[in-house]
């Protein structure tokens, strides 16, 4: 994305800083506003998240459970935060695992 698209979704609150990446760039995530705000743009980033999810799921980074009505829902467990697991991954798979460490610490902080 360019910047002024980011400006932009940041100032909508479509999007919101996560953290600096080994590069020095900042890493964004799309807000659950912006499944209203920004639908298109949503639904992309979900394809390719969730593609990455299932990755990681297969590493056994993550756990995947499902609600009650049979929704998946992303559970961490030891090896998540591990990083000698975390460190043979490749840089999508890095930034998806500390957006969901980042998203999980959020949540538990409500």
Do not use: C
């Not at 929704?71 to 991954?89: H, Q």
């Not at 930034?95 to 460490?101: D, F, G, K, S, T």
Request: hydrophobic content about 40%; charged content about 35%; cysteine-free.
């Amino acid at each position: 994305m360019d910047d002024e698209l980011v400006e932009y979704l940041l100032s909508i609150g479509a999007l919101e800083y996560v953290f600096t990446d080994d590069d020095g760039e900042p890493i964004y995530r799309l807000t659950p506003e912006a499944k209203e705000l920004v639908p298109d743009l949503y639904e992309e980033h979900m394809k390719d998240f969730n593609s990455v999810v299932f990755s990681l799921w297969q590493k056994d980074l993550i756990d995947l459970v499902f609600d009650e009505d049979g929704e998946p829902m992303i559970g961490i467990n030891a090896n998540t935060d591990d990083p000698a697991m975390v460190e043979i991954l490749d840089k999508q798979e890095k930034e998806a695992i500390q957006e969901i460490l980042f998203v999980w610490k959020k949540k538990s902080e409500e």
